[in-house]
């Protein structure tokens, strides 16, 4: 019996002295984003992170703020503001993330790499935004302009998101705005009442890019705003789709990435792994396969020109519109207008 007691002991004494093992990272992220290969170094050092889902953007932040807790969380710009405000992120170390000297700029914004800015957002992945259109019904001189959303002859076959976001994008485009950091009112106005005109020519909002694949490949919708990932699904199904980013008033894209989550209970070196794996070279083929552009230029750029524009991610000529973020009462305030456009207002 004491010799028992004396081995029970020991080994509690040896358990004891052993560091604890270190809690895996939580990663709250859109599904799809589990995939290995975006992060396959961040596997290869520490094991798969755990990933749990959301829906969108508002009710990932209504969960954190009810509680649940994530070390990282991926997010687009448009929503940053209103994140920092809240109090649950925190800016990332610049001098933690070791592709940060080759990141995008206009992906990053010109304050945070000068310095004069925290890095609150990490750009990890973007995209284009542009007019597809069914290139058996229509030809690039008719999409050579956004004003093919106001064309009548176009009524009720035109779509576009049912994203404020990507919404006033165009909007602003359209009405000769190509930074939307600081619209004054007359700008904003000004695209408000394009959005207003253009409402009556359209065959619905969409929510999901299988919806509007569907619907532009039936011929239902002609020509739509849409995000890059649709015009290369619907050509890998052998639809006759276009793609024209060099519409004359110009092109949009749209960036997300992760922030840093204040109440992260994963030692924090674990998430530096992590956005760094996103960043890595490895990992910029897979993204661009999935219609994902790598912040990491240098990476991205090394994958060809050609691999870029079969992406729909190729060189533009006009001018781009970087949806970076926004202050919090500029978007409300949009998103307010955008609201009552939709309900015929």
Sequence with gaps: MHKKTLLLTSAALLVS??????????????????????????????????????????????????????????????????????????????????????????LVGENVLSGSEELYFLPTDYGSTAVAYNADELTPEDVASLEIFNNPAYAGRLSIPDNVDDAYALAYLATGVTDWSDVTDEQFEAATEWLRGIHQNLRTYWTDPAEISQLIGSGEVLAAWVWNEVPVAMAEEGFNVGFERNTAEGTSVWLCGYVNMVDATADEALAYDFVNAMHADVSAGPLLENGFGSANDAALQSLGAEAMEAAGLGEVTVPVLAQLPISNEQRERQAEAFERIKAGF
Excluded at 41 to 62: R, S
Excluded at 78 to 99: F, K, N
């Design 17 to 106: 002295a052993l560091p604890a093992a270190a809690q895996q990272l939580t990663v709250f992220d859109y599904s799809g984003f589990e995939d290995p290969s975006f992060h396959q170094p961040y596997i290869d050092a520490n094991g798969a992170p755990e990933f749990v889902f959301f829906g969108d953007e508002d009710e990932a932040f209504q969960r954190l703020l009810a509680g649940f807790q994530s070390d990282v969380t991926h997010i687009c710009a448009g929503s940053v503001p209103r994140w920092r405000e809240s109090g649950i992120i925190e800016p990332w170390d610049a001098g933690q993330i070791a592709a940060f000297e080759t990141l995008n700029a206009d």
